[in-house]
T-cell receptor, first 115, second 112 residues
């Protein structure tokens, strides 16, 4: 079991460039999430998905798009990168589990720098 | 709306010291409560959880008790090690929901 994997691990973009971050999970979880982590700001939810083919906005969705074409994959896209999107991006997945707690499983993160 | 407040860090302790990281929450009903830990350069991982009032979650020597009357879920460990140096996040999942709300995180440094 690989759990949650993210690619790439690091990336440097110039302002205006685009890129896609890939998240994959092998736990058959229905729910998947993208967060960004910035110093002093904790984790902020960008977008999430409650199942294959569905997506929804989190608290900071502007400048990002997502797609969930397959249950195991959740893609995060930046169409025109801005320096304000310099951050560490984490993907997570969850399911109700036996206790109904929806504990989340996180990937290792992608460190993105936009110059 | 639901929220989580945890003590600001950093917290610096010597090895074998007692650790407490305070966490309080605001939520309706009976949320599930969690502590996640993030080691340097890694993603968050679940440390422990409690899903109903008076439950005690425990793992790796860490404990936290779900106190409904004080809306708290404080993290404790009797004797910290250098390897416990990390950022600790308190979190909750609201009743009937699936999203998790995270606190701002508390960085712990343990000195040898």
């Amino acid at each position: 079991n690989a759990g949650v994997t993210q690619t790439p691990k690091f990336r440097v973009l110039k302002t205006g460039q685009s890129m896609t971050l890939l998240c994959a999970q092998d736990m058959n979880h229905e729910y998947m999430y993208w967060y960004r982590q910035d110093p002093g700001m904790g984790l902020r939810l960008i977008h999430y998905s409650v199942g294959e083919g569905t997506t929804a906005k989190g608290e900071v969705p502007d400048g990002y798009n997502v797609s969930r074409l397959k249950k195991q994959n959740f893609l995060l896209g930046l169409e025109s990168a801005a320096p304000s999107q310099t951050s560490v991006y984490f993907c997570a997945s969850s399911s109700p589990g036996t206790s109904g707690s929806y504990e989340q499983y996180f990937g290792p993160g992608t460190r993105l720098t936009v110059t | 709306g639901d929220s989580v407040t945890q003590m600001e860090g950093p917290v610096t302790l010597s090895e074998e010291a007692f650790l407490t990281i305070n966490c309080t929450y605001t939520a309706t009903g009976y949320p599930s409560l969690f502590w996640y830990v993030q080691y340097p350069g890694e993603g968050l991982q679940l440390l422990l959880k409690a899903t109903k009032a008076d439950d005690k979650g425990s793992n790796k020597g860490f404990e936290a008790t779900y106190r409904k009357e004080t809306t708290s879920f404080h993290l404790e460990k009797g004797s910290v090690q250098v390897s416990d140096s990390a950022v600790y996040f308190c979190a909750l999942r609201g009743t009937g929901g699936f999203k998790t709300i995270f606190g701002a995180g508390t960085r712990l440094f343990v000195k040898a």
